[in-house]
Every structure is written in structure tokens, then in C-alpha cells.
T-cell receptor
Framework: AQSVSQHNHHVILSEAASLELGCNYS??????LFWYVQYPGQHLQLLLK??????LVKGIKGFEAEFIKSKFSFNLRKPSVQWSDTAEYFC????????FGTGTRLQVFP | KAGVTQTPRYLIKTRGQQVTLSCSPI?????VSWYQQTPGQGLQFLFE???????NKGNFPGRFSGRQFSNSRSEMNVSTLELGDSALYLC????????????????FGEGSRLTVL
């Protein structure tokens, strides 16, 4: 059965710090990979996605993620975070259904 | 265009009661998925409907059920409510059905927050 693990449950950073959120999944077949974000008081929305091709994908607001097939990983990165990036981030591999990790709560302080 | 609409937004029930939640997908979207969101558990997949048929189901007891109508609107029902059913229930719609590669993103509603006392 497919599963997903997000290693960081709560991350606290200062503005301009670099961010990397870990995501590992387990599934032997073809998988599409997503990161979703939930800003305070808002609904979930897509941050970025990987289907095929270049394993380094770019999303909205300067976020990017790298798919490393050999490590079953899809880590999310941003070189310099802003206060407005405070949100909860969910990694979501998709096989026959979309499953979500438990989420990482990111707090960015000015 | 209008987003995914879920009703009611908030509701309070007592143990043993049943509840029905409604979801109207984005116009033209034929797939509707339901998720349960709780602190610490994240989002857990409940089920997915496409063309009025349940295509996929998560690991929830039979008390959780759903259906989809011909206009793609969907409802989910929870019978014999338990305290642990307190959660935010999210509905998401998409154009295509899950097993199709490059299925695209899910568009989420704001959720129905259920409190069971």
C-alpha cells in the first residue's frame, strides 16, 4: 500500500532563511507528486506538481521541489522564506488516489 | 468561475446522530473526492466519485458513505456519530478520474467542520 512521510512536523524560521521540507513516499509504480499549501483561514491549494520530465519543478511563490526517484523523495525548497509563507504544507503522492502526509506547519517570523 | 462549495460550514451533533454533508464541485468537474482532516492525522482519504460511481475508497468504517448525483454534486453521510468523528471534512473536485495519468490538481472547498459532543 502507498504511504507518505513528512519528517518535519513544525518548522520555525526567520525571514530570509532557507527552507527544505522533507517528503518520502512508498510506492513501487508510477507516481505523480504534489505539494499543497494551506494558508491560515484559507482552503488547500496547489503549490507545485511533478508528472514527468525534469525532476526539478518550480511552483508558485518561489517554491521548488526535486523528485529523486532512487530515494522515493520529493522535498520542497525555498531559498528565502517570507512571513507570508506561514502555512501548513502537505506532500501528496498520487497513484490510484491522492494521499496526503500529516503536514508540516511552517512559522516564519519577521 | 465559482469554486468548490461545501455546506454546511459548521455543525454540531451529538453521539449517535447522523450527519449529511454536501459538496458542489466546480462547473464541469466530474470527479469529487472527500477527505477527513484532523490535527496530527493530516488529511485522510475517504472516497472518490466519478460519474455517480464510487471509484476508490479509503480505510474508514462503513458508517461513512457517500454518493454522487448526475450533476456531479456529492454528499457524504456519517451515521452513528462518535466523538472521534469530529473533524474538518474536505471536498475536492477535479476534471478527471484518479487513475488517469496527468490527472491534474484537486480544487478544494473550505470544508465542513463537524463537532461531535
Amino acid at each position: 500500500a502507498q504511504s507518505v512521510s513528512q519528517h518535519n512536523h513544525h518548522v520555525i524560521l526567520s525571514e530570509a532563511a532557507s527552507l527544505e521540507l522533507g517528503c518520502n513516499y512508498s510506492y513501487g509504480g508510477t507516481v505523480n507528486l504534489f505539494w499543497y499549501v494551506q494558508y491560515p483561514g484559507q482552503h488547500l491549494q496547489l503549490l507545485l506538481k511533478y508528472f514527468s520530465g525534469d525532476p526539478l519543478v518550480k511552483g508558485i511563490k518561489g517554491f521548488e521541489a526535486e523528485f529523486i526517484k532512487s530515494k522515493f523523495s520529493f522535498n520542497l525548497r525555498k531559498p528565502s522564506v517570507q512571513w507570508s509563507d506561514t502555512a501548513e504544507y502537505f506532500c501528496a503522492p498520487h497513484t490510484d488516489k491522492l494521499i496526503f502526509g500529516t503536514g508540516t506547519r511552517l512559522q516564519v517570523f519577521p | 468561475k465559482a469554486g468548490v462549495t461545501q455546506t454546511p460550514r459548521y455543525l454540531i451533533k451529538t453521539r449517535g446522530q447522523q450527519v449529511t454533508l454536501s459538496c458542489s464541485p466546480i462547473s464541469g468537474h466530474r470527479s469529487v473526492s472527500w477527505y477527513q482532516q484532523t490535527p496530527g492525522q493530516g488529511l485522510q482519504f475517504l472516497f472518490e466519485y466519478f460519474s455517480e460511481t464510487q471509484r476508490n475508497k479509503g480505510n474508514f468504517p462503513g458508517r461513512f458513505s457517500g454518493r454522487q448525483f448526475s450533476n456531479s454534486r456529492s454528499e457524504m453521510n456519517v451515521s452513528t456519530l462518535e466523538l472521534g468523528d469530529s473533524a474538518l471534512y474536505l471536498c475536492a473536485s477535479s476534471l478527471l478520474y484518479s487513475p488517469v495519468r496527468d490527472t491534474g490538481e484537486l480544487f478544494f472547498g473550505e470544508g465542513s467542520r463537524l463537532t461531535v459532543l
